[in-house]
């Protein structure tokens, strides 16, 4: 009896060693801790702390739409008056931004706005629905699929509530009013340019990519686009590459911050070729022309 009491505790005590020495080799191996990871892990912590509340206490729709109708009004006075030739680009916006927003899950009064400055490589939206892009990113355009892509991704930030916790958690820290609408207007217009977290970055990718697929848009414009973006970050960057073209130093400033606030293009590249495979859209690469029409009577657009 004792004998196997002893067996039994053996075979016990062995199968625990066995068990603790499996786990320590599958246990990857500690990495060394910067002090930026740290910052970072401190970072996206505090980030996820302070929009958890946002999920109980989320402006209504009509709050939304106030604000973001109240910050596009103020931020008009800031834009010089459109030429001819770029009223006709933002009519060409509209209509694509207006063909995508169709299939957004929030009916919002969705807007479009070209932002007359070759400068800016860049596009953001505000909450309730107003779109912006700058002239400087549609120059980089060589298809309507990469306009829709675009557009696409700004209107799922907006339709994501990324825009809207933005400005609320934006409101908490600068301890303004929400329900005083005008009291907004401290936040500036370089603000939305900023990139959001890298999750709702891919987030706005897939989303957006969906979104335009149902309007009748090749995935493979937002492919197309961040392949694009790779070969200048290569160019203008990380300068691993002579540059193809000239940029002015003001557009890559625009460049270089839209890479530090957004994921690497490799990984949207990966991403979005992820979801076309997911998807089954292979067959779907016939793109569209970038075609502005231009409606032109004695210098003056005509509407």
């Not at 912006?132 to 696409?152: F, H, Q, R, T």
């Not at 070969?231 to 890479?259: H, W």
Request: with cysteine; glycine share 6%.
């Amino acid at each position: 009896m004792k004998r196997s009491i002893v067996f039994v505790l053996f075979f016990l005590i062995l199968g625990v060693a066995l068990t603790g020495l499996y786990w320590s080799q599958r246990r990857p191996r500690p990495t060394p801790v910067s002090p930026n990871a740290i910052l970072n892990m401190a970072a996206d912590a505090q980030r996820d702390l302070a929009r958890l509340p946002m999920h109980f206490t989320r402006l209504s729709d009509e709050q939304e739409i106030a604000v973001g109708r109240e910050l596009a009004s103020r931020y008009a006075m800031q834009t010089r008056k459109l030429t001819p030739e770029e009223q006709g680009q933002e009519k060409y916006v509209r209509r694509v931004g207006g063909a995508v927003a169709l299939h957004a899950h929030r009916h919002l009064p969705y807007s479009f706005t070209v932002l007359p400055d070759h400068n800016m490589l860049n596009a953001f939206s505000l909450p309730g629905g107003p779109v912006y892009i700058g002239e400087g990113m549609l120059d980089l355009m060589v298809s309507e699929d990469e306009l829709a892509n675009v557009l696409a991704h700004e209107i799922e930030h907006i339709d994501h509530y990324h825009c809207v916790e933005r400005v609320q958690v934006e409101a908490q820290l600068k301890k303004l009013d929400l329900d005083v609408v005008g009291a907004l207007v401290q936040i500036p217009l370089d603000f939305w340019a900023i990139g959001y977290h890298k999750d709702e970055e891919f987030e706005a990718d897939r989303e957006g990519m969906h979104l335009a697929v149902q309007a009748g848009y090749s995935p493979y414009g937002a492919v197309d686009l961040f392949e694009r973006f790779a070969k200048l970050c290569n160019e203008y960057v990380i300068r691993a590459e002579s540059p193809d073209e000239e940029l002015s130093q003001l557009a890559i400033q625009s460049l270089t911050g839209y890479f530090r606030s957004h994921p690497l293009p490799s990984e949207r590249i990966a991403q979005a070729n992820r979801m076309i495979a997911q998807e089954h859209w292979e067959n779907r690469k016939e793109r569209k022309p970038f075609r502005v029409e231009y409606e032109v009577h004695n210098g003056e657009f005509v509407k």
